[in-house]
């Protein structure tokens, strides 16, 4: 099975930058979707970015121009690690949050999450 494993999140001030990392692997070729989500405590996990195997990225419309979900390789049959990244600048407060990465994967549509990684935006 696929395994995620995210990391760089932490304490930054408002109007900094951090990159969330997101390593997949495993069975990476059975991976459709990647997508990063954030969840707060007490709210439901919100979409942030997706990237599908063909290189195409969706963003809801309240993440435009904020967040750019990338990977660092090609899509590939070759079980080996991939790794999709999160670059985000200028953090604000409400930006605190859980994030976590999830793949969608083929060919029975499971989907598979990362532990997550913290991301708190305070002064």
């Known amino acids: 099975q696929v395994q995620l494993v995210e990391s760089g999140g932490g304490l930054v001030q408002p109007g900094g930058s951090l990159r969330l990392s997101c390593a997949a692997s495993g069975p990476i070729y059975t991976i459709t979707e990647l997508g990063w989500y954030r969840q707060v405590p007490g709210n439901q996990r919100e979409a942030v970015a997706r990237?599908?195997?063909?290189?195409?990225?969706?963003?809801?419309?309240?993440?435009k121009d904020r967040f750019t979900i990338s990977r660092d390789s090609a899509y590939s049959r070759d079980i080996t690690n991939n790794t999709y990244y999160l670059p985000m600048e200028n953090l604000r407060p409400h930006d605190t949050a859980v994030y976590y990465c999830?793949?969608?994967?083929?060919?029975w549509g499971r989907g598979y999450w990362g532990q997550g990684t913290q991301v708190t935006v305070s002064l």
């Open positions: 999830n793949a969608m994967t083929t060919p």
């Open positions: 990237i599908l195997s063909g290189g195409r990225t969706i963003y809801p419309d309240a993440m």
